[in-house]
């Protein structure tokens, strides 16, 4: 993998694209999934009850089938969360409900190699650096990995221009289901204040120069996003796959 384009150089050179976020935690549905042609799969380890051993097991089996960019979004934005993730290696991880640019520079600290940050240098055995066989690794480590923060509430909405600000921050990722928390009705996705506020925001985060990412609301396609400038877009799960499909099945069948 390593002669493949990263995702971090694509979309900072302007391209679009989209993928789907993997809840379950199994790698035969990861490998599944990346058989189906995704072109970028988002391991979850905020809401998933998994592991980092499996979260590996799913980068793995991902890998084996397809090229598919595989991302992890941590449970947090601790070292503890985000170190084992860089040197698993993945392409890029996704910190969810980041509130400050505090928050944001500790995380540039953790994700990101000297000069940038201070990332543990784990590369001379590490999985990324092909366990030390890589010489390069640390050298191109800072330009190919993908460090995005996910903004859900308002707090970390204030901060977007602050934030853009920061060296070794890529991308700013919008989650509209938690934003609406703050703004709105909570869970309600078609609320105008929600909606005026993703509007606000998208044009906030493109102004600052770092890509755009975020979650199709329903009935929207990724097309509807990369038309307003998302550089990143995700749309679907493996849960909301299998429970259409199930559905698909089931109540055509019923009394």
Known sequence: MTDQVS???Q???????????????????AEI????????????????????????????AIRSVCDAHVLIRTKDDSPAALKPMLDAGFDGVVIADVRSTTQA????????????GRRGAQFTVSRAANYGEDPHYAKNANRR????VMLECQSGLDAIEDIGKLPGIDMLFLGPLDLTTDIGRFGDLNHPNLQQALANAERRILATGKCLGGAALPG???????????HLVSHTSDVSLLRAGAASVVQPNRP
């Open 7 to 9: 995702l971090r150089e």
């Open 11 to 29: 979309l900072l050179q302007g391209a679009q694209t989209s993928g789907a976020f993997l809840f379950l935690g199994n790698p035969d549905i």
């Open 33 to 60: 999934m990346g058989i189906a042609g995704f072109p970028v799969l988002i391991v979850d380890r905020e809401h998933a009850a998994a592991d980092h051993a499996s979260a590996l097991a799913e980068l793995r």
């Open 105 to 116: 520079a500790k995380i540039v600290e953790t994700c990101r190699y000297a000069p940038l």
């Open 145 to 148: 990995l993908l460090v995005s």
């Open 220 to 230: 929207e396609s990724p097309l509807d996003l990369q038309k307003r400038g998302y």
